[in-house]
């Protein structure tokens, strides 16, 4: 899942990565799980483990808590499309 951002405005990309985050926060607590992550992948026809969902948490994952919250969220999603750090990188 990439977010395309060329010629959009800062608070454009912002409620699009706050679109993001809900899509993925399915329980809407205000994080994701590797789970949630794990299943809206799937989905998406993302055949990522769930051992590579909380690998690509982890990597973001500051407070370690296990889950992302907005912030990290925001983070995962700048870094690139890369499978090893970003959710469901890879697929262009």
Do not use: P, W
């Amino acid at each position: 899942v990439e977010l395309n951002t060329k010629g959009m405005d800062q608070n454009e990309v912002l409620e699009n990565l706050k679109d993001a985050f809900s899509v993925y926060d399915i329980d809407g607590n205000g994080s994701i799980s590797a789970e949630e992550l794990h299943e809206v992948l799937r989905s998406l026809g993302d055949e990522c483990s769930i051992a590579e969902c909380r690998k690509m948490i982890g990597g973001v994952d500051k407070d370690g808590d296990g889950t992302i919250d907005f912030e990290e969220f925001k983070i995962m999603m700048t870094l690139g499309s890369r499978r090893d750090n970003v959710m469901g990188g890879g697929q262009r």
